[in-house]
């Protein structure tokens, strides 16, 4: 049984048989090349002079620092940041009060309470969010069955009292449509409430009529 | 006393302890300042290779920093452990302040202006860097507590150690020039700086210069990751700061007998000598700079193998061929 021949160590390994185990072990001559003093002090010198020049070459990069408040960070339009309750495409708030992005929040600090208006439409009476506990996770968002309540990209809300960081509907209500410009949900719910009966939204075909015999 | 080589007779008709007075202050307000400046100068500079800002914010471009970190550490308890020797304690900071300052006393900044002409101002030079070792040892010492007990070991260790080849590396040096006077060094370099013939004794001599000021990569007693902080892990306040600056004057100052040992000090084409003496020690002490950017921390048995494996060797190869060509050359 034939011991293995040590592998040459400039032999670059082929691309279809890497070596087997991380470190490959060279023994005999062919480990000692390259290990007398002149050759290390050639690498000791080369290796010292490039970790120089990378190191000098690095002045004359731009910085990557960004000067906040001088300028601002790129944040993307998906990001988590400060929570707002949007309107649909017809200006009425969106949010029915189902409670859904309360129970969702892992931290709760979403508050509501339902009521409804004279034509049936629900809609939140007060609607609170403290955000000195709030985690920015997007549950709520992702929670929400009407696209009502959506996280922006705005990440500067700092106070100096606590009280002032917990915001109530007014402070969260905005004129748009957010992040979502089409979605009407009473226009595509089957819910028959001022102005739309049942049958009235979107795709719905009308209820069928039980007494009648024609199809 | 001529104080422009042409022999002006700008300040002939003064008594000569004003000029010498001058001279005094004039070199210990500038080292001074140059030392609180390399503060800024450093934080700057290595932010500026590391692809990001230094402070900026206090003051033009970051100049004030300096103002607020001193203000910062005057104004912090002045607290000295309960377990410490006191006054060992309260002394051990200021040593490598004193020594470094003492040994600008022989360094020329121009012709014929020096603070002390001593006729051995390089063995002057290389006694108070011996003497700076107290300063380390003092201090772990004192502090009676682990930390600083080891990385005050290993700092004396290393300190003493690299001192050897320090003084063989300028040996050669001297030998070229005939004398340890460092005014006489400078004027032996009118025809030729001594980094041509003397570069293996120029780069033990940095590298010693490295390892004497405990700068990276030879920081391992002081690093922060490394022994808590070594040998000043109890020193807060005004005693830190003066570790800190001290050692900022320290690297001045080998920036400095680099420059003049081998360089030639002040000499240079139209500027006045001053200016070329402030040029060449500003060009080394932005290699220190770089160098504490680019060099990774060898461990403390690799550092110490280095010295007495390689520099030592390597420094007496160099005294014995130049003190060979300097004999067959009479």
């Known amino acids: 049984m034939h011991s293995p021949q040590p592998r040459d160590p400039s032999a670059q390994p082929s691309r279809t048989h890497p070596p087997l185990t991380a470190d490959v072990v060279t023994t005999g001559r062919l480990a000692r090349r390259g290990q007398s003093l002149a050759p290390r002090i050639y690498r000791t010198v080369v290796s010292t002079l490039q970790a120089l020049g990378i190191v000098i070459g690095h002045a004359f990069h731009s910085r990557d620092t960004v000067q906040y408040p001088d300028e601002m960070v790129y944040l993307p339009p998906r990001y988590r ?51 000195s506990r709030c985690i920015f996770c997007g549950f709520c968002e992702d929670a929400c069955p009407t696209y009502a309540i959506q996280l922006t990209p705005d990440v500067e809300m700092c106070e100096y009292e606590r009280p002032n960081m917990v915001y109530e509907k007014e402070d969260l209500l905005i004129a748009g449509t957010g992040k979502y410009h089409d979605y009407d949900f009473y226009r595509v719910a089957g819910q028959a409430v001022g102005g739309k009966d049942k049958g009235a939204a979107e795709r719905e075909a009308p209820p069928v009529d039980l007494h009648d015999l024609l199809p | 006393m001529n104080w422009l080589p042409e022999g002006g007779r700008l300040v002939a008709a003064l008594p000569d302890w004003i000029g010498q007075l001058v001279t005094v202050f004039g070199v210990l307000i500038v080292v001074l300042s140059v030392a609180a400046g390399l503060i800024w100068y450093e934080r700057r500079l290595l932010a500026l290779v590391q692809d990001r800002y230094g402070p900026n914010r206090v003051g033009p471009a970051g100049l004030l920093q300096v103002l607020a970190d001193t203000f910062k550490i005057l104004f912090k308890e002045d607290w000295v452990p309960p377990f410490a020797d006191r006054r060992v304690f309260v002394v051990a900071p200021s040593i490598v302040f004193a020594t470094a300052l003492l040994s600008f006393m022989v360094v020329p900044v121009a012709e014929g202006i020096v603070v002390a002409d001593i006729d051995v101002g390089l063995l002057f030079v290389l006694a108070m860097s011996s003497l700076a070792v107290y300063s380390v040892v003092l201090a772990g010492w004192a502090s009676r507590s682990k930390y600083s007990l080891v990385g005050g070991l290993r700092a004396a260790a290393q300190m003493v150690s690299y001192e050897v080849f320090m003084g063989l590396s300028l040996v050669g040096v001297v030998t070229m020039a005939g004398s340890f006077d460092l005014t006489r060094i400078v004027e032996a370099q009118r025809g030729l700086w001594y980094v041509v013939p003397q570069f293996v004794g120029f780069v033990v001599f940095v590298v010693a210069g490295l390892a004497e000021t405990r700068r990276l990569p030879f920081d391992l007693v002081e690093a922060e990751s490394e022994l808590v902080a070594g040998f000043h892990t109890e020193y807060s306040g005004m005693k830190f700061g003066m570790f800190f600056v001290g050692e900022y004057i320290a690297v001045t100052l080998v920036s400095a007998l680099i420059a003049t040992l081998f360089f030639g000090g002040w000499l ?29 921390r060898p461990r403390y048995d690799q550092l110490m193998a280095l010295g007495w494996k390689v520099m030592l060797p390597v420094s007496l190869v160099n005294l014995l061929v130049t003190g060979a060509i300097v004999v067959a050359g009479q």
Not at chain 1, 89 to 114: S, T
Request: some cysteine.
């Open chain 1, 81 to 131: 940041g400060r929570i707002v309750l949007s309107r649909d495409p017809h200006g009425a708030e969106r949010c029915v009060a189902c409670y859904l992005c309360a129970v969702a929040c892992p931290v709760d600090c979403i508050a509501l309470q339902a009521t409804q208006d004279e034509t049936g439409r629900r809609y939140p009476a007060w609607f609170r969010i403290n955000f």
């Open chain 2, 268 to 296: 240079g084409p139209w500027l006045p000598g001053v200016m070329w003496f402030l040029i060449k020690t500003g060009v080394f002490i932005t290699f220190f700079v770089v160098a504490r950017g680019t060099f990774p």
